[in-house]
Every structure is written in C-alpha cells, then in structure tokens.
C-alpha cells in the first residue's frame, strides 16, 4: 500500500527539522577558514579530501574524489552515493561547487562563502540530514561537489562526461 500525501509530508518534516543552523555555520565557517579555495592554489587536494571526509564522516563509506586535470593542474571532484532501495542505478545528484575566487589575491584569500561554500554545504548538510534519519531512498543520491567551477564549469562537465561515459541515468 503506498503511503499517502500525509504521510509523506509527515517524513519530509521530519527529514527537514533535523537540518542544523549550526551544522550549517560550522560547514561554511570551515570552508571559509581555508582562507582559499582557487583552482589553482596549492590546497586544493587538501579542500577537496577534507570535504570527502566529512561525507565518510556522515557514514557514506563510498566517498572519494573524482582526479581530471585542468590547465595542467589536477583537480578534485568530490563524488558521495546512498544507494537506492529499488532503482539503485537512477542518481538524483545533489550538487554545488567548493572552488572560490577574488579577484585582487585568490591564491592567498578568496573564502568565498557565499560562491559557493553554501553550494557545497547544501550538499553536505542534506547528506547529513539524511545519514543521520537513516533515510533510504529509492533511487540513488550522489553528492557532487565540484573543482573549477569558476573558470568555466569544468568540474561538472567532467563529472557529466563520465555519467554519460558510464551509461549512469
């Protein structure tokens, strides 16, 4: 028997009273004291792998970077999945990009909480959210947070280029 519009509210409500301002501050606050998150400064394996484990953290053991090279540097998708219940190979992706940029000293202070750290938290707070109801969807969800964003949209073309390589719906 399908549950009934009710009842689905009733578990979105739930889902949306465990998201955390606090959670959400801390995020940003952690992403922002990186002092920077340019593309090509020297940090950028050390932005992305801390933002994997967090996803690990939350206890979504497939977490792991995604490596493309951009202007002949390397650069660090970050990729974390729930399976889903009954259509394990349908993704809704979750997505926001963790790179930043200013334009006067963006190797030394491009903090960039608002582009787009709280693309990236967005992200990370809904997995948490979920990880922490035990939520089983049922499709998949992939989190996505993508590098060299700023420049192009260069992390989520190669993200998108790999889903079509790999026949992902």
């Known amino acids: 028997i399908p549950p009934t519009i009710g009842q689905k509210n009733l578990e979105m409500e739930q889902l949306v009273n465990l998201v955390s301002a606090d959670s959400v501050a801390y995020f940003i606050q952690a992403l922002q004291d990186m002092q920077t998150r340019y593309a090509l400064a020297d940090n950028r394996f ?69 582009d787009n750290a709280s693309g990236t938290v967005a992200a990370l707070e809904t997995a948490r959210v979920l990880m922490t109801a035990n939520y089983q969807p049922k499709c998949s969800i992939r989190f996505v947070t993508f590098a060299a964003e700023e420049f192009g949209l260069h992390g989520s073309h190669y993200n998108a280029e790999q889903a079509l390589q790999e026949n992902l719906n």
């Not at 979750?94 to 200013?102: E, K, L, N, R, Y």
């Open 46 to 114: 050390e932005v992305a792998s801390w933002i994997k484990d967090t996803f690990l953290r939350f206890g979504i053991s497939n977490a792991h970077l995604e490596e493309f090279t951009w202007n002949g540097t390397q650069q660090y998708n970050v990729v974390a999945t729930i399976e889903g219940s009954q259509s394990p190979n349908e993704y809704i992706v979750v997505g926001g990009h963790h790179d930043s940029i200013t334009y006067t000293q963006p190797l030394v202070f491009a903090p960039g909480a608002d």
